[in-house]
């Protein structure tokens, strides 16, 4: 049986499979549907505690990773002087610094992200409960 042959028989295959009927992969938890996340919800504390680390722990321990590779290549550099080694060392190097840039840049963005997560979801909250405002005091009789 040749390739186009046996392509042939299974996409015919998933053809009459999808025609015949309908698969569910999953019934909802409750009616209504819903899934296993009815709310959404957030949990600063968690987020607060995700940037302190980056903070903390992950940025100057990069730093500190960085800063320890250029004292041997800079001292590797200088005795391969005049040598297409000590300009391949120095090459490498540069381009080692740029990655390590790169990577404390994400890391600020992944942090700001984080902190400023939760202010966004507080700022949402007070937006959502001003636009009910109209309809509380309908209800309430005020």
């Given at each position: 049986?040749?390739?186009?042959?046996?392509?042939?028989?299974?996409?015919?295959?998933?053809?009459?499979?999808?025609?015949?009927?309908?698969?569910?992969?999953?019934?909802?938890?409750?009616?209504?549907?819903?899934?296993?996340?009815?709310?959404?919800?957030?949990?600063?504390?968690?987020?607060?505690a995700a940037a302190n680390t980056i903070e903390k722990d992950v940025q100057p321990g990069v730093k500190a990773a960085a800063d320890a590779g250029d004292a041997g290549t800079d001292g590797?550099?200088?005795?391969?002087?005049?040598?297409?080694?000590?300009?391949?060392?120095?090459?490498?190097?540069?381009?080692?610094?740029?990655?390590?840039?790169?990577?404390?840049?994400?890391?600020?963005?992944?942090?700001?992200?984080?902190?400023?997560?939760?202010?966004?979801?507080?700022?949402?909250?007070?937006?959502?409960?001003?636009?009910?405002?109209?309809?509380?005091?309908?209800?309430?009789?005020?």
């Amino acid at each position: 049986m040749s390739f186009d042959d046996e392509w042939a028989q299974h996409k015919n295959a998933a053809m009459e499979r999808q025609s015949s009927s309908t698969r569910l992969n999953q019934l909802p938890v409750e009616p209504g549907g819903g899934g296993s996340r009815p709310d959404l919800a957030t949990a600063p504390a968690r987020k607060k505690a995700a940037a302190n680390t980056i903070e903390k722990d992950v940025q100057p321990g990069v730093k500190a990773a960085a800063d320890a590779g250029d004292a041997g290549t800079d001292g590797a550099v200088a005795e391969f002087k005049g040598w297409d080694t000590a300009s391949g060392l120095k090459k490498a190097h540069e381009h080692w610094d740029g990655q390590v840039k790169r990577l404390m840049a994400r890391l600020d963005s992944e942090k700001a992200g984080l902190r400023e997560m939760s202010s966004m979801f507080k700022e949402n909250d007070i937006v959502t409960g001003a636009g009910f405002a109209p309809t509380r005091s309908k209800v309430s009789g005020v």
